[in-house]
């Protein structure tokens, strides 16, 4: 394994010069390293990882106000993360970010250990929420919200939720609450790669028309490609605008590996020592 592959990178201000290649520089360690936990780990989800990657890097480096050396200041903004099959790409991150040590990936997915398949709030700092059955983290994401509509307070929550995931009811019934209280803290970012465990989500239960149906449940809607860093972080520091937000991030299942995007059987696939190679190879130097 390529030890040290993963470095702790600083905070990226948004108006500074060569933002988006900074970004691009993080992601691309993010998605290296968790390319060698799950080999190493022989589990985990590395198609719907590297769908979400770029979305995490954009809030934690970019936009959030969350302090890792501070992770339990009362006035951070929260990022829960709903879909916790992809808890690998939150793991990475929060390596990434100086949260836990590089080394500790090395424990993904072991009897006992802090990194499960799916996020555990009361094992892991920096995570707000666990999370893993579909449709949870929505509605505790807007509790959170609540309650900082309620104290008052400018803390944003983000929750990332599957297009898959979208199938839950539970999560239009948080809609519901989300905008019938306004919480314009409130966004919601749908991770729309199309493909969902076995086959495409318009197969299953298809969600479109998308748009207009979480603007007919009160939300702000913006559609975004979700591997581009100027358009993610536009979007996600507007204004608030008197409403909850709902952001359709189009992504790519296994981006921007060429035999992983875009392919359902990756889902739930760990890649072999050839394959991993060949993802390295395609990413390049950290």
């Known amino acids: 394994m390529d030890q040290g592959a993963l470095p702790v990178f600083e905070r990226v201000d948004r108006g500074e010069p060569g933002m988006v290649d900074r970004l691009t520089e993080i992601a691309r360690a993010i998605r290296r390293r968790d390319a060698q936990m799950i080999h190493r780990a022989g589990q985990g989800h590395i198609g719907g990882d590297y769908s979400v990657i770029?979305?995490?890097?954009?809030?934690?480096?970019?936009?959030?106000?969350?302090?890792?050396?501070?992770?339990?200041?009362?006035?951070?903004?929260?990022?829960?993360?709903?879909?916790?099959?992809?808890?690998g790409a939150l793991y990475t991150t929060f390596a990434a970010l100086?949260?836990?040590?590089?080394?500790?990936?090395?424990?993904?997915?072991?009897?006992?250990?802090?990194?499960?398949?799916?996020?555990?709030?009361?094992?892991?700092v920096g995570v707000e929420a666990s999370t893993g059955p579909l449709g949870h983290g929505l509605p505790i994401a807007t509790g959170m919200a609540m309650g900082a509509q309620?104290?008052?307070?400018?803390?944003?929550?983000?929750?990332?939720?599957?297009?898959?995931e979208l199938e839950e009811g539970s999560n239009w019934e948080a809609m519901m609450t989300a905008a019938h209280y306004a919480l314009e803290n409130l966004t919601v970012v749908a991770d729309r790669n199309g493909l969902q465990q076995g086959a495409t989500t318009a197969d299953t239960t298809a969600l479109a028309p998308l748009?207009?149906?979480?603007?007919a449940f009160g939300f702000d809607v913006t559609r975004v490609d979700g591997h581009d860093y100027s358009a993610l972080i536009e979007t996600f520091t507007r204004p608030p605008c008197g409403r909850p937000r709902f952001v359709i991030a189009d992504t790519v299942k296994g981006y921007p590996i060429s035999f992983m995007s875009g392919k359902i059987a990756w889902h739930h696939k760990v890649p072999n020592s050839q394959e991993l190679a060949e993802i390295l190879d395609e990413l390049g130097e950290s």
Do not use: C, W
């Open 54 to 87: 770029d979305i995490l890097v954009a809030l934690y480096f970019a936009v959030m106000d969350f302090d890792p050396a501070d992770p339990h200041n009362p006035q951070r903004d929260r990022l829960v993360l709903s879909k916790g099959h992809a808890a």
């Open 98 to 124: 100086g949260l836990i040590p590089e080394s500790e990936l090395d424990t993904f997915m072991t009897p006992e250990a802090r990194l499960n398949g799916h996020p555990a709030k009361t094992k892991l």
């Open 150 to 164: 309620l104290d008052g307070a400018s803390r944003r929550t983000f929750v990332i939720v599957g297009d898959g």
């Open 211 to 215: 748009h207009e149906k979480a603007a």
